[in-house]
């Protein structure tokens, strides 16, 4: 074919540096790299990766920013349904390949590139979340994927480059680290086992706070606009402001376990600072202003929305019409909730809001009653377990 052209979906890592020199050198086409800047790097790590390219020779470079797309379209709605993946991971990775893969899908339709290729392996998720997007978006591109097509361990992808002339810091090359807004996941050897722990240095942000620190988060809407009064033009500014406040405390790490899409079960470490605190506190205020039936409903929609982000069900209508019922829910969630941060932990104190309904005016909990009668709670009882009453009654010799 005359044309020749890859988009190779790039970070500067090792296997995105292995797939550059094997697409131009082996199969002889003209690599584009592109990274889409999901909020995990400065600019400075940007100019890194960019001459980390050039240094492999690439055609051409391309950062793309997604960080306000990224919120806009899927993080938000991640907070409105305060969603952590087998109660732990708050789908950093799963949340940002979509932003990803759709920036790179439209990217190589704009240069008329025969090919995309990306880095996965074949035997983690993200092989079907980018293939999942291209197949829809981009039908007659071609997908190259060096890695997974040949089972490549990192040793070998480190040999094959150095025999290609290319160093490669095979210390630094020991863990996985993947940076954006909404966390950073971390993979190494120890999450190949079942039973290690991330040494502390595997995780990119090392503790340098000890002091326990109180701050204050405003939502609006079930959107977080301001942090300790000071508000944010967009809420990807607070959420990397809380970051870098609460991420040296060591708060937002664990080892998430978890089913993958291709059926066997993967260990990945990570720190989400932010991400942690925000679904934390989110859901505090939520209790306080929504209704039960709300909070039960909400609880389930959210985690089909969830776990169908997680599989590469993203395009599907559904999320669309989830993404409808969770804004709607997020009509009061307004107000303040104050957090204690410490050294590997932290603690919701409370919250205040104009829509709180725990109000004592009608009542406090477990002391008196406002605004019903305790002959009203006797007929209600008796009317809500008369059913179970006759059951029982009928039954009573079980």
């Known amino acids: 074919m005359s044309n020749k052209k890859v988009v190779l979906a790039f970070s500067g890592g090792l296997d ?140 070998a992808e480190i040999e094959f480059l150095k025999e290609n002339d290319i160093e490669i810091n095979a210390e630094k090359a020991k863990y996985s680290i993947n940076k954006g807004l909404w966390g950073t996941s971390v993979g190494g050897k120890e999450t190949l086992t079942s039973h290690l722990a991330l040494p502390e240095e595997a995780y990119p942000t090392q503790v340098t706070k000890t002091t326990p620190l109180n701050i204050e988060l ?30 040296p405390f060591g708060i937002g790490r664990d080892i998430h376990v978890g089913d993958t899409i291709i059926g066997i079960k993967g260990r990945v470490g990570f720190e989400a600072a932010a991400a942690i605190i925000i679904i934390k506190a989110h859901h505090v205020l939520e209790k306080h202003t929504l209704t039960k039936l709300q909070l039960m409903i909400k609880d389930q929609q959210a985690m089909w929305y969830g776990s169908w982000l997680h599989e590469g069900l993203f395009l599907d209508p559904i999320m669309r019409d989830l993404e409808a019922f969770l804004t709607s829910t997020q009509k009061k969630v307004t107000g303040k909730v104050f957090v204690k941060l410490s050294p590997y932990s932290f603690s919701i104190i409370g919250i205040e809001s104009k829509h709180d309904l725990m109000s004592n005016q009608f009542g406090s909990y477990g002391e008196m009653n406002n605004s019903w009668s305790g002959e009203d709670v006797k007929g209600y009882t008796k009317i809500m377990s008369n059913q179970m009453s006759i059951y029982h009654q009928i039954n009573k010799d079980e």
């Open 218 to 247: 405003y939502f609006e809407k079930g959107e977080l606009k301001m942090i300790d009064g000071q508000s944010y033009t967009h809420p990807t500014e607070a959420i990397m402001a809380l970051e870098n406040i609460a991420a």
């Open 16 to 155: 995105t540096s292995y797939c550059a020199i094997y697409l131009s050198k082996i199969l002889n086409l003209e690599v584009h790299a592109v990274i889409v800047n999901t909020g995990g790097f400065t600019e400075i790590e940007i100019n890194e990766i960019e001459q980390k390219a050039n240094y492999l020779g690439v055609a051409s470079f391309c950062c793309i920013d997604e960080t306000n797309n990224y919120y806009d379209t899927v993080i938000k709605y991640l907070i409105f349904g305060n969603v952590l993946k087998n109660n732990t991971y708050p789908l950093s990775v799963s949340a940002e390949r979509i932003s990803q893969a759709t920036s790179i899908a439209n990217y190589a339709k704009s240069i008329n590139a025969a090919y995309v290729a990306h880095g996965s392996t074949g035997a983690g998720n993200d092989q079907v979340r980018f293939d999942a997007i291209f197949n829809i978006l981009i039908p007659t591109i071609q997908i190259i994927t060096p890695i997974r097509d040949q089972k490549l361990s990192r040793a």
